[in-house]
């Protein structure tokens, strides 16, 4: 990449255009769209009360005819600084509590990611045009430098591609240098480290061992050579586990059950039956087509799931008729009422989904009432007959509950990656990480056992 560059921080999106902002994201997430991100800004859903502070990266080409001013976007990063660690859904608490203990502050850490939204998506936006893993490095490394110059404590990518997490969590040569001198290792000749091979380098990575206090100096004076000497240091990789569905090309939701087992069939046919049965009516509608009053209804609802669990909700009702208003068309909400009841005109539960790409994502749930089985029906059998009759690839319904395998949501691992500004800390995390991540994926590839597919059906 030859030409001049030049990176931005910016608190808001809204100096940014939506059309030089969407071009960055080939695949149409929904939650990297500006019309979303800008929506959260401008709702009241971000700043002191929740702790999402924006400080958007933004890399851009040096206008050539005028090197003072900016060129066109061909990178971004949507970051925000944290001052706790709400609404991630990559739980660092026991690493903030670590630093606590220790005198020092976890908080604020930068954080590339979607406020309130354990979706995967792209993290690092790279113009579709641009040397997709150049521009990638590029934009990490600004990322790491403006949080070393903030003094933050970490920065963590949650929720990343896969291919982003490849790049992110590879080992530069010099760190790995580094870390044979750690260890107390002999370099490697030009031959022995063309003989390497890839598990060879990954299984060096995770090596560690007890350090006293003249180690641990010493560890501290390489980590400040690697760090003014290669600024594109690996992160720490990290995996959780999720629950997505897959659409193979079904007609109808028949067709789905048609795949699974006897018994499965018959339990989900029987959870549909309870809403039925219960005189429910349901019905899928666009955001765009949602009155005030409905939306009030919907927020009501949304509010009402953390009045009974989790405390405060985050998002306002503003932000909801926001999406209506800019972003309906992306916006599905599923309403369910009960003609009997007194105020027949008000739902008695929702489900809020967005859609984008090839991709239906399940976000929000809220009732004022229980019926039996009607969280299954408005989160994810209407989601996946929404998905049928669009002919939409996937099906991902949030974070958490292994109730959703046995229905047909195949357990999918998800990735982030993390960079500890403190060395020693940095060593603890890996630690722990090294012990973590086998154990994710060894319970997420058992937990397919739990799936109602048929033995013969393949699961993508």
């Not at 859903?45 to 702790?51: A, E, P, V």
């Not at 706790?84 to 990559?90: A, L, M, Q, R, W």
Request: charged share 30%; with cysteine; aromatic share 10%.
């Amino acid at each position: 990449m030859t030409e001049k560059l030049q990176i931005e921080i910016r608190d808001s999106l809204a100096e940014v255009p939506a059309e030089e902002w969407n071009a960055l994201d080939p695949d149409d997430n929904p939650f990297l769209r500006h019309e979303f991100l800008h929506g959260l800004e401008v709702s009241g859903c971000l700043g002191r009360s929740t702790g999402w502070h924006p400080r958007h990266v933004l890399l851009r080409l040096v206008d050539p005819s005028d090197g003072s001013r900016p060129g066109p976007l061909i990178g971004a990063v949507p970051a925000y600084v944290k001052t706790n660690s709400y609404g991630e859904f990559v739980f660092d608490w026991a690493w903030a509590d670590a630093y606590q203990r220790h005198g020092m502050a976890y908080y604020p850490k930068l954080v590339a990611a979607i406020p309130f939204t354990p979706a995967t998506g792209r993290r690092l936006l790279v113009r579709p045009d641009q040397p997709y893993g150049e521009t990638v490095r590029l934009l990490a490394t600004a990322v790491r430098r403006f949080a070393a110059s903030e003094d933050y404590s970490s920065v963590h990518f949650l929720f990343v591609t896969e291919a982003e997490s490849a790049l992110l969590c590879a080992r530069p040569p010099r760190a790995a240098e580094a870390e044979d001198r750690r260890e107390g290792r002999p370099e490697d000749t030009a031959e022995d480290t063309a003989e390497d091979t890839a598990e060879d380098r990954a299984e060096d990575t995770a090596t560690d061992g007890s350090r006293n206090g003249a180690e641990a100096d010493a560890e501290n004076r390489v980590d400040d050579e690697v760090g003014e000497l290669d600024d594109a240091a690996d992160h720490l990789r990290r995996l959780d586990c999720q629950y997505h569905w897959a659409n193979p090309g079904y007609a109808t939701f028949d067709d789905f059950l048609g795949d699974c087992t006897s018994k499965r069939r018959k339990t989900i046919r029987r959870e549909r039956r309870h809403v039925t049965e219960a005189g429910l009516v349901l019905e899928r509608r666009q955001g765009g087509t949602l009155s005030e009053a409905e939306w009030r209804y919907v927020h009501e609802l949304y509010s009402s799931t953390y009045d009974r669990k989790w405390g405060n909700p985050s998002l306002t009702e503003r932000f909801f008729r926001r999406m209506g208003e800019t972003f309906g068309e992306h916006t599905l909400v599923v309403l369910a009422r009960d003609p009997s009841d007194a105020t027949p005109e008000r739902p008695v539960a929702c489900s809020i989904m967005f859609t984008g790409g090839d991709t239906l994502f399940g976000r929000y749930w809220g009732c004022r009432r229980e019926y039996n089985s009607l969280h299954f029906e408005a989160c994810y059998y209407q989601g996946i007959e929404h998905c049928i009759e669009h002919g939409i690839s996937r099906f991902e319904p949030g974070a958490q509950g292994e109730h959703k395998i046995t229905r047909g949501f195949v357990p999918t691992l998800t990735r982030s990656a993390h960079w500890i500004a403190h060395p020693r800390f940095r060593d603890a995390v890996a630690r722990y990480l090294k012990e973590e991540v086998p154990h994710v994926e060894q319970r997420c590839a058992g937990l397919a056992d739990l799936l109602p597919f048929k033995s013969d059906i393949h699961v993508r």
